[in-house]
């Protein structure tokens, strides 16, 4: 089928009937608005339905248990919190206490500390202090056993045949004068002057460490009389008076001062038991 072609001067009647209804509608809905419209009435509330007192009274009941049993929760918790207060202030004292006994813990710690510091201090000088002890035990036993030795030797020496009375000048040549006789004993002298009475009786005991005026007149007498022999005892003869007043007498004779004049001298031990009256003058026969 062919269609046939629009005359360009005709109206097309559809074009224009969609846009002229629509304006239409528009009208219509805005005059609509514009125009009062009565209220609609609103429905009456129903009456309210009478309580029902038993469910009001059950209801009642499980209030009241809430309220008793959230008070007991209430109580419950206090209690505890109470406790807990109580047990926060036990903690706190125990924190201070711990605080203190940790703080006196360290003290006595630096305490042990210091002591035994001091005591391996101790330890060494006691350490030291039985070195020095065990030298001084070895020494003293050294010393015994050399003073025993000594004392071997000075017995020896004892029993060595000793000029006796009249003999005993021999040891000084021809000499044949008076002479003063020096007994050595432990830690002094026995000073026997020539005599003819009571010849064996000491004039003058003299100690090794006696005043000078003793040593004076000493140093007096001898040169007087001219001659000095020395008897050592085996107590006073090592390191004892013969060795002092031995001295003392060559001291004398090589410093002696000039115009002083000389004196023979002669020195020879004994035996401890040997009489005395072997070795005083008793003049010349």
């Known amino acids: 089928m062919t269609s046939r ?38 429905p009456e509330p ?14 009642e009941q499980r209030l009241s248990e809430q309220i008793k049993a959230a008070q007991q929760r209430r109580d419950a918790l206090l209690a ?13 004292n125990t924190q201070n206490e711990f605080a203190a006994l940790h703080n006196h813990l360290a003290v006595l710690d630096a305490r042990i500390k210091d002591l035994l510091a001091k005591k391996g201090e101790l330890e060494k000088q006691i350490d030291q202090h039985g ?4 030298d001084a035990q070895k020494a003293r036993r050294d ?41 050595c004993i432990d830690k002094a002298v026995l000073v026997y002057l020539p005599k ?54 060559r001291d004398y004779l090589e410093n002696r001062p000039e115009g002083e004049k000389a004196f023979k001298f002669a020195s020879f031990p004994t035996e401890a038991t040997e009489p005395i009256a072997n070795f005083v003058w008793k003049g010349a026969k």
Do not use: H
């Open 80 to 92: 505890r919190l109470d406790r807990c207060r109580q047990d926060a202030d036990a903690q706190m």
């Open 196 to 249: 003819r009475d009571n010849p064996e009786k000491p004039d003058r005991r003299i100690a090794m460490d006696a005043p000078k005026a003793d040593i004076d007149w000493l140093l007096g007498e001898v040169p007087r009389v001219g001659c000095v022999v020395l008897v050592a005892r085996p107590d006073g003869w090592f390191n004892n008076s013969y060795r002092k007043f031995n001295g003392l007498f």
């Open 143 to 183: 010393i015994e056993k050399a003073r025993q030795e000594i004392a071997a030797i000075n017995e020896r020496i004892a029993k060595l045949e000793v000029p006796k009375s009249d003999t005993t000048l021999g040891l000084i040549g021809s000499y044949k004068g008076p002479y003063v006789l020096v007994e």
């Open 5 to 42: 072609p629009r005359n360009a001067g005709t109206v097309d009647f559809a074009t224009i009937a969609l846009p002229v209804l629509c304006s239409l509608l528009a009208a219509i809905l805005y005059f609509a608005s514009d125009m009062p419209q009565s209220p609609v009435p609103k």
């Open 131 to 134: 070195k020095r002890l065990a």
């Open 46 to 59: 129903a009456p309210p339905a009478p309580p029902d007192l038993t469910a009001l009274e059950e209801k």
